[in-house]
């Protein structure tokens, strides 16, 4: 077994272990930390507490619990998420108030603690540094996803390693979803936000599964500086794209999909507009119930496109499909040219990418989702019962 996230990077051990729906990880690294959190006016205890404790710019270990949100769960969900950053600090030797913590799994249920400090006080002496180590912490913060995901981005001097876990109520605004990331690039608290803040407008929250902004949604990343400085510029690029790597994992693995969703949107007068249409395209159920059907429906894209709050003139835009390899045109300035045939062949695999060009400027971005599918509404019809 070789790395493939979190523990290449040095500094940071981890563990983690899963009782039927509860799991529970611990991941311990010193470092400069940053996080970015949901926009839900209901948000979690742990991202009510974590909101006031990374004010401090450091982290020593995260604990992370699955199974249940510890969201809408008022005074004693918050005085519940501290005793959380108190079992991790106990059990670690290091400060509660550089503890970070994260919940996710049922909202307005309260907490096992007992249950929680078992598991932290068993996983706490396990904590290695190995390929082992971080499966056992991407495994054990899983709750409808059906793989663990794992991002590692090497540099010639540092990496980037991260870990996620999200598949429904997903629409991040910073879905149930929950990043952490490692970096031994020395990097200072405000450019390490800022980077990271980037990172995630350009990733994480360009991801739609089914246009439910969770109440937990959390990415921190922490800096432990055992590589020595690097430039801003080269880590930011390396953190967008491990940020990346973990967002089109949680577009893959969308509750119920059978078909990732991309759609890159070109030709636009700024990044922002861009990222409006790309992201309207994908949340739309008209358009991920095509993707489904592998029905290249382009009227659909362009009508989600039309909606999106961007001005563009419809005539003149230009709408290809692809699988990855092949690339086929659907709409040429506003004419529409498809190859029916063509065009349903290059929905029969697991990706389908929609290239959007608006052709009024330079600017693009790209964004991901899934399908619609009989599964995803068997998965949350009865998801508390």
Known sequence: ???????????????????????????????????????????????????????????????????????????????DAVAMTEYAGSALGVKPLNVGVASTGVIGRYLDLPLIKRQCEAIAPKLTHTPEAEEHAAKAIMTTDTIPKHALVQREGFSVGGITKGSGMIAPNMGTMLAFIYTDAEISAKPLSDALKQAARRSFNRVVVDGDTSTNDIALCTATGEAGKVKTAEFSLALEECCRSLAEQIAKDGEGATKLLQVTVTGARKENDAEKVARTVVESPLVKTAVYGEDPNWGRVVAAAGRAGVKFDPDTVSLWISDGSNKFPLVKSGEIIANLDAAKKAMHGKKVIFVLDLATGKADATAWGCDLTERYVEINGRYTT
């Open 1 to 79: 077994m070789s790395f493939k996230s979190i523990c290449a990077v040095p500094g940071v051990k981890a563990w983690g272990m899963k009782e039927g729906k509860f799991g529970l990880a611990l991941i311990e690294a010193h470092g400069t930390a940053a996080g970015v959190f949901t926009e839900n006016l209901v948000k979690a205890a742990p991202i009510e507490l974590m909101r006031k404790q990374i004010k401090g710019g450091k982290l020593e270990a995260v604990i992370v619990n699955s199974g249940c949100a510890n969201a809408y769960t008022g005074k004693r969900g918050y005085a």
